[in-house]
């Protein structure tokens, strides 16, 4: 008597990926800068709600100083008696700019080590940023125009810095920017100043 063949196993087919890891993968920006002679880029990592999850769910800091982001008018060696210009930390370079957006609360600024062995810094924005900052950005990527980061101190007696100046090459639609392209010192100390800390922050690892 024949023995009924048994139907073939039912294919479980590929895991799913996690929603964490799905949102990581996301890249939608990049910005070129120069910082102390080394070039980099910016990259957006898309995420659904900037408090959770990408970061642990950890609730916005509020920034010791503000960070402004504003767009370049024009660029000039310093000094620059009579404009408003806002000076680079080297005192070498006067920026013009235009009106931009503050950011007073981030999810997270911290240096990155890339799988090439160079570093970024990764800055998360809260979410009551993110708008207003995604619209500024949207503004700038058709023309690739440069957007200065600004320490923004909110007495106006003491002075603004520009910290860096990134070209903007393509849109924004997520709410952290990485910057790349960095050593570890470099990426480091950027980390420091946006944060306004002392201490040197640990470098995560690159997402997958």
Request: charged residues 20%; aromatic residues 2%; contains cysteine.
């Amino acid at each position: 008597m024949d023995i009924p063949e048994e139907p073939p196993t039912a294919d479980p087919g590929e895991p799913k990926a996690s929603r964490l890891t799905t949102i990581v993968l996301i890249v939608s920006l990049v910005l070129v800068v120069i910082v102390a002679g080394v070039a980099g880029t910016v990259a957006v990592l898309m995420t659904r709600n900037p408090d959770a999850p990408l970061f642990g769910g950890t609730p916005p800091q509020r920034l010791a100083v503000p960070v402004h982001f504003a767009p370049v008018r024009e660029t000039k060696p310093a000094p620059c008696p009579g404009d408003p210009a806002v000076l680079d930390e080297e005192q070498t370079t006067c920026y013009l700019l235009e009106d931009g957006v503050t950011v007073a609360a981030v999810q997270r600024v911290e240096p990155v080590r890339e799988k090439d062995g160079t570093y970024s810094v990764r800055i998360a924005v809260a979410s009551g940023f993110k708008e207003r900052l995604v619209q500024l950005m949207d503004e700038l990527a058709p023309e690739q125009r440069q957007v200065a980061v600004v320490l923004a101190p909110e007495d106006p007696q003491q002075p603004k810095t520009v910290l860096v100046a990134p070209v903007v090459t393509q849109p924004m639609d997520g709410d952290s920017l990485s910057i790349a392209g960095f050593t570890q010192q470099d990426a480091e100390t950027l980390t420091t100043r946006l944060l306004g800390t002392s201490s040197s922050p640990t470098p995560s690892q690159p997402t997958t």
